[in-house]
């Protein structure tokens, strides 16, 4: 079996593989593979265990990987994961276990860095933590949050926690997406605002809904054209969700004042993407979720799961249609 994008190499300390011994050779990748790569890499793997969506598994490569029978996923579905394909191939696709005990706080990860990612993007730490390296000095001036207005796009589990960080910084906090009342905003603390208002009136703009077919592309030149030219824009929830050249171009005009983004249209984004250049722009490698009490959440009911399929008795399956394929004989 393979652990796929372990960057941190802390997937084997992330959960007990101890019930593996003796079943399993486990070889753990901590560099992300390209479509390419993965097809020569992981030719001869029966399992692959992924990470959220780290690792796209499209048709095309499903189809160069003949003894592939088992991909461990978290949660259940997978944006990047042809599920069809893996049907049609005989591949198991197994979804967490939902009474697997969690330590506390695991939801916190992603608000947590959003506000982090939010204050270095309006105080310009990454820029002015570039200049001590460099034996400079310090270049640029920041804002304070106390009495700026954040905009919330979505208000679920995390753009709840949002708000309630906003409103201990003092912060005048308003919210829309497509579902939200104003009787559940009130209910919150936070004021609802039409989409176009929203864009308008916040200093911060923090992007907090699910990547889906309706929300891809939902920040386009035109919302991004009616923030002010003293805004930021704040993404810890998928790249898609803003269309990435108009944003781009909005840092390199100065449009908006700035962007802190934790996630990107390809992860991880090419060595020469423009993101990576632009000073007005505060960039962190996907980290929303990854805290050691998170991992160890998303690791630690695979080693079960894997030893049950080993068994002959694969435990949540979500294509069941592929446990009466050839590939998955006896084993």
């Known amino acids: ?26 070889e753990v990748f901590r560099e992300h593979l390209s479509e390419e790569q993965a097809a020569a890499a992981l030719h001869s ?57 969690r330590l506390p706080g695991v939801a916190n990860a992603t608000p947590e860095l959003a506000w982090c990612l939010m204050l270095a ?7 002015e933590e570039r200049r001590m390296r460099e034996g400079l000095w310090q270049n640029s001036v920041g804002i304070v949050l106390y009495g700026r207005t954040l905009g919330l ?30 009787e559940t905003a009130a209910a919150i603390g936070v004021r609802r605002v039409e989409k176009d208002e929203l864009f308008a009136q916040a200093d911060i703009l923090s992007i907090h809904v699910v990547l889906s077919g309706r929300t891809r592309g939902l920040v386009t030149a035109r919302e991004l054209g009616l923030m002010k030219p003293t805004s ?28 802190g983004l934790d996630v990107f249209d390809e992860e991880p984004p090419a060595p020469d993407h423009p993101l990576r ?32 399929f080993a068994r002959g008795a694969p435990i949540r399956v979500i294509n069941t249609e592929a446990l009466n394929h050839p590939r998955q004989r006896p084993r």
């Open 1 to 26: 079996m393979a652990i796929l994008d372990d960057y941190a190499g802390v997937a084997l300390e992330s959960a007990d593989w101890s019930v593996l011994d003796g079943i399993a050779e486990i």
């Open 45 to 101: 793997f029966d399992v692959l265990c992924t990470i959220r969506e780290r690792m796209a598994l499209p048709r095309g490569l499903i189809a160069q990987l003949p003894n592939l029978k088992l991909v461990t996923i978290i949660g259940r579905s997978l944006p990047n994961l042809d599920m069809e394909a893996a049907t049609e191939h005989g591949v198991l696709i197994i979804h967490p276990d939902p009474d697997h005990p």
């Open 121 to 127: 993007t309006v105080r310009h730490l990454a820029q």
């Open 153 to 182: 796009l979505g208000l679920g589990r995390i753009g709840r926690r949002m708000a309630e960080y906003g409103r201990v910084f003092g912060m005048d906090v308003i919210a829309w997406s497509q579902n939200l009342t104003t």
């Open 232 to 259: 930021y824009l704040v993404n810890t929830s998928r790249g898609p969700i803003v269309e990435e050249s108009a944003l781009i171009a909005a840092l390199e005009s100065g449009r908006i004042a700035g962007a």
């Open 277 to 308: 250049t632009l000073e007005n722009v505060t960039l962190t490698p996907h980290l929303g979720y990854v805290t050691r009490e998170t991992l160890m959440a998303f690791y630690g009911d695979k080693p079960a799961a894997i030893a049950a």
